[in-house]
């Protein structure tokens, strides 16, 4: 008879199946499909970007916009289902890298930068599949005003409006760091892409371009932010499509939407290319 496990006996099995679950190249391969997804949406903000610089488009610049362009196509509805169950595995698969890449790890910085690396993706692609979702049962909705009525209501207190700098102060960073990881290539340590392929030159150059004009749109939303915790009013905190169109008012601002545009655009087929040769 086997003597009875112990529960770290029990919990370790438990991990191990579960790490081979998600190193399934069925899982992989599904999860791969949530940075397809998350490329056709950067693709279409982009193109509506682009459309906003004519002055022929009508939807948002942002999440909410590209989404409902992907529904109203014929089988658009059934792509969002698919994508947002794609993005839903993905965040899973970050979220078993987070726990399982940091075991092997012996230094707690290298365990901590990886973790903090791994649960910021985890939560982006979870935001972004919650969106798409929401959005494939016919829950979307209008995310500027939803950003401004909850702003609004952080705006009563002065505790309220500390969030909302420290919200827009992230969201800087974040898109400073995008601009840095574009600059630097240093989006390059996420791929394995053959050495002397072209498709080498073709990551190289949405990334770079993709990368930064991601990260100039993010510091975009993040003084939105931060001008509305300043003026006390939350009609300005306004999420991407608000940045963009901002944007578009400054001087020489329809050149800066339109070369952000393209960028967003780049970011898109980054993401696709990203689905064939991330590490998983």
Known sequence: MN??????????????A????????????????????????????GVIALHMVLGGSSQEADQSGALQTVASAPGGNLLLWVGGVAMAVLVIWHLAEAWFGARWRKRARDR???LASTLGKAIVYGALAVTVLRSAAGAGSDSDKQTSQLT???MGNPAGRVVIVAVGLVVIVIGFFHVYLGASRGFEDQLRVPRGRS????????GVLGFIAKGIALVGV????GWAALGADPQKATGLDGALKT???????????AVVGAGLILYGIYSVLRARYAPM
């Open 199 to 206: 498709v080498a030159g073709a990551v190289r150059v949405t």
């Open 112 to 114: 901590a930068r990886h």
């Open 222 to 225: 993040g003084l939105m932010f």
């Open 3 to 16: 003597a009875m496990r112990t529960p770290e006996e029990g919990a370790r099995k438990v991990e191990d």
């Open 18 to 45: 579960a790490e081979e679950v998600t190193e399934h190249p069925v899982f992989e391969g599904i999860a791969r499909g949530g940075f397809v997804m998350s490329g056709l949406v950067h693709v279409l903000v």
């Open 247 to 257: 944007m578009a008012q400054l001087p020489a601002g329809g050149i800066l939407l």
């Open 152 to 154: 609004g209501d952080l």
